[in-house]
């Protein structure tokens, strides 16, 4: 069966610092897969996805950035993190041919 | 890109049906519309897709008219369990835009 990993679940972070957030997929190749971010009490705004290794759409232009450097990982980073860059995130996978998204467990970032 | 329109909130008591709405007056052809329940601190979680007509599973059904410009999930009978934010998707390509959702409150 299918699973996604997320990690970390929780992370506090000081401004300014790096961001690496990490996301895999087991089970299935070729996936679609996509980074959200949820901020309190918001709905969720899609950042990136990707439909390959190294094939990156990006949403919303902003501090953050995302690389695919495997078919099932999929990467999160900041070089510099902001105060507005605290949230929920998600990662989610989309099977090849399919349209239902799986999602993982998220991360709380939190930027102090 | 079609856009989703849907009621911020909306209330129930337990047992009760529930129709959430959601307008997509620029559907596209080739797009789906597809259902999600969110509850907090967790990703949202499938339920129901269609196109057209209806379609029924074991959790809710959802209804589209011919000109498909809106859609409506039903839940029967809900429990306090339900309370969530339910999410109406509108799509064809790889792009998923979740939007803001409804979020449903059911009481006792």
């Known amino acids: 069966s299918q699973t996604i990993h997320q990690w970390p679940a929780t992370l506090v972070q000081p401004v300014g610092s790096p961001l690496s957030l990490e996301c895999t997929v087991e089970?299935?190749?070729?996936?679609?897969l996509y980074w959200y971010r949820q901020a309190a009490g918001r709905g969720l705004q899609l950042l990136f996805y990707?439909?390959?290794?190294?094939?990156i759409s990006s949403e919303v232009p902003q501090n953050l950035s995302a690389s695919r450097p495997q078919d099932r990982q999929f990467i999160l980073s900041s070089k510099k993190l902001l105060l507005s860059d605290s949230g929920f995130y998600l990662c989610?996978?989309?099977?090849?041919?399919?349209?239902?998204?799986?999602f993982g467990q998220g991360t709380r970032l939190t930027v102090v | 890109l079609a856009k989703t329109t849907q009621p911020i909130s909306m209330d129930s008591y337990e047992g009760q049906e529930v129709n959430i709405t959601c307008s997509h007056n620029n559907i596209a052809t080739n797009d789906y519309i597809t259902w999600y329940q969110q509850f907090p601190s967790q990703g949202p979680r499938f339920i129901i897709q269609g196109y057209k007509t209806k379609v029924t599973n074991e959790v809710a059904s959802l209804f589209i008219p011919a000109d498909r410009k809106s859609s409506t999930l039903s839940l029967p009978r809900v429990s306090l369990s339900d309370t969530a934010v339910y999410y109406c998707l509108v799509h064809s390509g790889y792009a998923l835009n979740f939007g803001k959702g409804t979020s449903l409150l059911v009481t006792p």
């Open positions: 089970g299935t190749s070729n996936p679609n």
């Open positions: 989610a996978w989309v099977g090849h041919g399919n349209t239902e998204a799986f």
């Open positions: 990707s439909v390959g290794i190294g094939q």
